[in-house]
């Protein structure tokens, strides 16, 4: 299939491609100047094809990139790639180009194409991105396109955010040591500031038979940095209870009590001063909760 559209001035080209926007005023802007853009079309053979000149230039640097480089060319081949990646969208009619296709003939064999045209995909096609990131939100797609439709869905759809993250975090059998759910909890979902984010980060931080510990800790981060006011106390005593449940996760225990200690202090300060137990206390624990009692002023620091 070729695509063809005719070279365009700078100015002429901006005003044909805006950065789209969803109903709510979402916008992904291009990371690239126009003019850069401009400036590598006109240095390609087919300057007739732009659409294709350009996808064929950035599948080759993306097979370079795959190869091997010399030390120090990566970074070089990456912008590069970027560059020609983005430039497609900038094209006149980009939202018509078969992104789809382009993506699920490469995901599995050159990620770093596929991750780069997916968020030139998202800056041509706006809102209308939303299915072909549902579609290709597989466990065996890119990771870092996966982190990036994630956050694209929360913005343009919360709702299919929510839905479609949750089947990642709760449903979903990870690759071996990959950390997706860690980075979809720490780069998207905390990030979010509806309830639809507070109760997901909830359901994480209490899901004991998840084999991921590292995204329950990082679930229970989220939690405390968020600091809403107005669950503040509700979230507390969840953390407070996890403190108690897990007798034998000295990371949940921790990280646990800390938030609870953040965002609702007085329901923790009893086992701080004393007055209630630590149960299952072991000698690590001991020294965090002294720790602890030091940051909160109850011990001095010469004691």
């Given at each position: ?7 365009l001035?700078?100015a002429?080209l ?8 969803g ?5 992904f802007p291009?990371t ?13 053979p087919?300057r007739e ?9 950035a ?7 795959r190869?091997?480089?010399?030390p120090?060319q ?5 912008r ?16 018509e180009?078969p ?6 003939a ?5 990620p ?5 045209l ?7 096609m ?9 579609s290709l ?5 890119p990771r ?13 759809d919360?709702?299919?955010g929510r839905n ?12 071996s040591?990959?950390?997706l ?8 979902i ?21 084999p ?8 229970i ?16 005593t969840?953390m ?17 009590f800390?938030?609870?200690m953040?965002?609702?202090p007085a ?5 701080l001063?004393g007055?209630?137990a630590?149960?299952?206390?072991q ?8 720790a ?12």
């Amino acid at each position: 299939m070729r695509i063809s559209f005719p070279l365009l001035s700078v100015a002429a080209l901006s005003l044909l491609s805006p950065s789209p926007r969803g109903a709510a005023g979402v916008a992904f802007p291009s990371t690239v100047p126009i003019g850069a853009s401009i400036a590598l079309i006109e240095t390609l053979p087919g300057r007739e094809e732009p659409a294709e000149e350009l996808f064929v230039h950035a599948r080759t640097l993306a097979e370079r990139v795959r190869t091997g480089t010399l030390p120090g060319q990566e970074i070089a081949l990456r912008r590069r790639l970027e560059l020609a990646v983005r430039s497609l969208a900038s094209l006149p009619n980009a939202a018509e180009l078969p992104w789809e296709a382009w993506m699920e003939a490469h995901r599995t064999t050159l990620p770093e194409l596929t991750e780069e045209l997916f968020l030139a995909a998202r800056q041509a096609m706006g809102s209308q991105i939303v299915p072909l990131a549902m579609s290709l939100d597989r466990w065996d797609s890119p990771r870092r396109m996966r982190v990036d439709m994630h956050q694209t869905l929360w913005a343009y759809d919360p709702i299919e955010g929510r839905n479609a993250s949750r089947r990642v975090l709760i449903k979903e059998k990870s690759r071996s040591n990959s950390p997706l759910k860690a980075e979809l909890i720490r780069e998207v979902i905390a990030h979010q500031p509806g309830m639809e984010a507070e109760a997901l980060l909830l359901e994480v931080a209490q899901s004991s038979h998840l084999p991921e510990e590292w995204a329950r800790r990082e679930a229970i981060r989220a939690l405390r940095e968020r600091n809403n006011r107005q669950s503040a106390q509700k979230v507390a005593t969840e953390m407070l209870a996890q403190f108690l449940a897990n007798p034998n996760n000295l990371g949940i225990r921790m990280e646990a009590f800390q938030a609870c200690m953040s965002l609702y202090p007085a329901l923790g300060m009893p086992f701080l001063t004393g007055e209630q137990a630590v149960p299952a206390s072991q000698p690590q624990l001991e020294e965090f909760m002294e720790a602890m009692r030091r940051r909160y002023g109850l011990v001095s620091d010469d004691s």
